[in-house]
């Protein structure tokens, strides 16, 4: 096997499908990437046995072949070479890496050990404008759980049916989102793991051109030029929005977002490194105040707002109302409650495609 190729073209393909190796593994193979040469294309694919990212670029191919290069220090070495022009060939011993006067050697492993991938999965697709799907990831996969207790909830469920509508929680705070879908072949709702849709998201652009996910047997695919993402979807039980979201509230307040952002990231400041990261709210009828205590001082703010209902006070994790507040984008925003200890719900003050509930603390001070 041997090409010549853009440095910089080699390390922005190996760099993609290398946040798919695996970090820690019984099976070594799985922390390589396999390179492919055939025709005028090289083709790099990674996988962890969840997650697979494949990826094609054009090179100068010298002689067909394939082989496994070790993926975190094959992606540290070709990102230091981005500027050159990069001849890499491969034997029964290993690869070869030549740059300007120089070389390098690296072991590799063979092409054969590297595990079959499915990617012929299309039994039924869904169709949406990339900017859509983008923002409607962005708006959810935050609040998807970080451990292993109930490994459903490290995914979103994404119910597709007359819209797109995408679920995420971690047992302290939801997130719900919906998009227009543009075309499809049937409905489906299906739980997707944060880490696949984190790296969707990144090879999405902003704009109305089409993107298609198909999936199929516990599996989902997605195509955008060159790079093409596998994944196995999460099996299970997923709470049902339902009987989490409030139906009504007995106290409504509508206040700009950009003034409550700024004022709870000043009441955070102080409680920076707190386990609960507490702030609290007192709800009058022209003003929410907002306030933090700590051993190093406290702080004290005030914010006008619109108030419809009861007069309460409330205590919340501050990071958890700052993602919601800045995943959504209107100037004016509505916080929903019923009282000092149930969940509240946070949205845009206009469009309600997207809401956040989030669980109030007790404040024992």
């Known amino acids: 096997m041997k090409f010549v190729c853009d440095g910089l073209t080699l390390s922005e393909a190996v760099n993609k499908v290398s946040k798919a190796c695996a970090v820690r593994t019984t099976a070594p193979v799985m922390e390589y990437i396999l390179l492919t040469v055939t025709g005028e294309e090289v083709t790099l694919l990674a996988t962890d046995g969840e997650l697979s990212i494949r ?45 300007r006067d120089a070389g390098t050697f690296m072991q590799s492993l063979p092409a054969e050990e590297f595990p079959a991938i499915n990617f012929e999965i299309g039994e039924t697709s869904f169709t949406m404008k990339q900017g859509a799907l983008k923002k409607i990831i962005n708006e959810t996969v935050f609040c998807c759980a970080q451990d292993d207790s109930r490994p459903v909830l490290k995914g979103c469920l994404m119910e597709f049916g007359n819209c797109l509508e995408m679920v995420a929680l971690d047992g302290y705070r939801l997130a719900l989102s919906s998009a227009e879908i543009v075309g499809k072949s049937g409905e489906k709702s299906i739980i997707c793991p944060a880490r696949t849709l984190n790296e969707i998201a990144r090879m999405l652009g902003d704009g109305d051109e089409e993107i298609t996910l198909y999936t199929q047997g516990g599996m989902l695919l997605i195509r955008e030029d060159e790079t093409t993402v596998v994944s196995r979807l999460y099996q299970g039980d997923f709470i049902r929005k339902e009987n989490v979201i409030p139906g009504k509230f007995s106290t409504v307040v509508t206040l700009s977002r950009e003034e409550l952002i700024a004022s709870v990231e000043r ?20 003003n929410v105040n907002i306030s933090s205590f700590s051993d190093f001082g ?4 005030s914010v006008k707002a619109q108030q419809e209902g009861d007069e309460m006070n409330i205590s919340m994790n501050a990071k958890y109302l700052l993602d919601g507040l800045r995943a959504l984008e209107e100037e004016r925003v509505t916080l929903s409650f ?19 509930l989030i669980l109030p603390v007790r404040n024992v001070a």
Not at 267 to 286: F, V
Request: charged share 30%; aromatic share 6%.
């Open 298 to 301: 406290n702080v004290a703010e």
């Open 267 to 286: 009441a955070a400041i102080l409680i920076r490194g707190d386990k609960n990261n507490l702030i609290s709210m007192e709800i009058s009828s022209e």
């Open 55 to 99: 990826k094609s670029i054009k090179a100068e191919i010298f002689e067909e072949g394939a082989v496994c290069v070790p993926g975190k220090l094959f992606s540290d070495f070709i990102g230091k070479l981005s500027g050159e022009e990069i001849s890499i060939a491969a034997d029964e011993k290993g690869v070869e890496i030549r740059y």
């Open 338 to 356: 019923n009282g000092p200890v149930s969940p509240f719900i946070l949205q845009n003050a206009e469009k309600k495609e997207s809401l956040y």
